[in-house]
């Protein structure tokens, strides 16, 4: 277990984990076989949870993950890359409009993308630019608080994810 978040998995720790997990690329096929299929049906929490709300300071959208039974590894780094595979809204790119050298490199990175991918639409992934490596889950309690939308109920495993180039 992770030394700073002893009650997360330490693979999912940014304290602890050794993972590097391009989430460009599902993540089955973004880490050695062995180290997935050791990690993923392991609980992503010491005491199963059955919802997990995931901010960043990379991008600008929470992303939830809900089951009925409890969390593993894998449902993190699954609802990760889907999150991240999304189409760009509208309102998200309304956000940029005005932020030239962000909406610059959204563009540039999704025409490298586009060059292996069919799919020519913005994704949620080309907003990050190069920093597409996982590399954990930390807590960030003022960022945390500043985040919340207002009128909602915070989750009490919300955790902030850390991404690298």
């Not at 304290?15 to 062995?34: E, F, N, V, Y």
């Not at 993923?40 to 005491?47: L, P, V």
């Not at 089951?67 to 998200?92: F, G, K, M, R």
């Amino acid at each position: 277990r992770s030394a700073k978040y002893p009650s997360l998995h330490h693979s999912l720790a940014a304290d602890s984990t050794t993972l590097k997990i391009d989430l460009r690329q599902k993540p089955r096929i973004g880490m050695p076989a062995s180290t997935f299929y050791a990690y993923a049906g392991q609980y992503a929490m010491a005491i199963p949870v059955h919802h997990i709300h995931l901010i960043s300071k990379a991008f600008p959208w929470s992303i939830d993950i809900k089951s009925h039974t409890p969390i593993t590894c894998e449902a993190v780094w699954d609802a990760l890359y889907s999150a991240l595979q999304e189409h760009v809204a509208d309102s998200e790119w309304g956000m940029v409009m005005g932020e030239r050298k962000i909406r610059e490199n959204i563009e540039k990175t999704a025409k490298k993308r586009g060059e292996t991918d069919p799919d020519k639409a913005l994704k949620r992934i080309d907003w990050l630019g190069d920093s597409t490596i996982f590399r954990g889950l930390e807590k960030a309690e003022d960022f945390q608080k500043i985040r919340l939308l207002p009128g909602t109920d915070a989750c009490s495993e919300t955790w902030v994810v850390k991404m690298s180039d």
